[in-house]
């Protein structure tokens, strides 16, 4: 809890300390040194060194709320993680399947072994008629 506390409070007083640009409202405002937030910074840490001392039930129910959200905000990590890891897990398997559902090296139009209505046994032979038989062949023509 005073590690917050103290963070909280030097990042403010840098964010405080930040030149700024000249403006009209700010010229309004009281200018304060850089000596002078300094002191106003020290002394404000020694009083909140001495808080607990001042108030010492105010000290235990911060340090027990500090406990509470510090397991809440494990609690959430974790279950952020779980998400993540099941999201990462889900887009692994769809890679899987979709790989294991690779296209067939064929294209289907001539039937494989075992796959069409007519097994390769029993497919016709000789299924060129006499007008196909009674073409000569020609080769290519050689080029000169």
Same mark, same amino acid.
């Given at each position: 809890?005073?590690?917050?506390?103290?963070?909280?409070?030097?990042?403010?007083?840098?964010?405080?300390?930040?030149?700024?640009?000249?403006?009209?409202?700010?010229?309004?405002?009281?200018?304060?040194?850089?000596?002078?937030?300094?002191?106003?910074?020290?002394?404000?840490?020694?009083?909140?060194?001495?808080?607990? $001392?001042?108030?010492?039930?105010?000290?235990?129910?911060?340090?027990?709320?500090?406990?509470?959200?510090?397991?809440?905000?494990?609690?959430?990590? $974790?279950?952020?993680?779980?998400?993540?890891?099941?999201?990462?897990?889900?887009?692994?398997?769809? $890679?899987?399947?979709?790989?294991?559902? $690779?296209?067939?090296?064929?294209?289907?139009?001539?039937?494989?072994?075992?796959?069409?209505?007519?097994?390769?046994?029993?497919?016709?032979?000789?299924?060129?008629?006499?007008?196909?038989?009674?073409?000569?062949?020609?080769?290519?023509?050689?080029?000169?």
């Amino acid at each position: 809890m005073r590690f917050l506390l103290r963070i909280t409070f030097w990042l403010g007083l840098v964010l405080v300390l930040l030149p700024r640009d000249k403006t009209p409202e700010s010229e309004k405002l009281p200018q304060i040194g850089a000596a002078d937030a300094v002191q106003a910074a020290t002394a404000a840490v020694s009083d909140m060194t001495q808080f607990c $001392k001042r108030q010492p039930a105010a000290c235990e129910v911060g340090g027990q709320a500090a406990t509470i959200i510090g397991q809440r905000a494990q609690d959430g990590a $974790k279950k952020i993680y779980q998400i993540i890891n099941d999201k990462k897990e889900q887009i692994t398997n769809e $890679k899987n399947e979709k790989t294991d559902k $690779k296209a067939p090296d064929h294209t289907g139009s001539i039937a494989m072994a075992g796959e069409g209505d007519i097994a390769a046994s029993e497919a016709p032979r000789d299924t060129l008629t006499q007008d196909d038989l009674a073409l000569e062949w020609r080769g290519p023509e050689a080029a000169n």
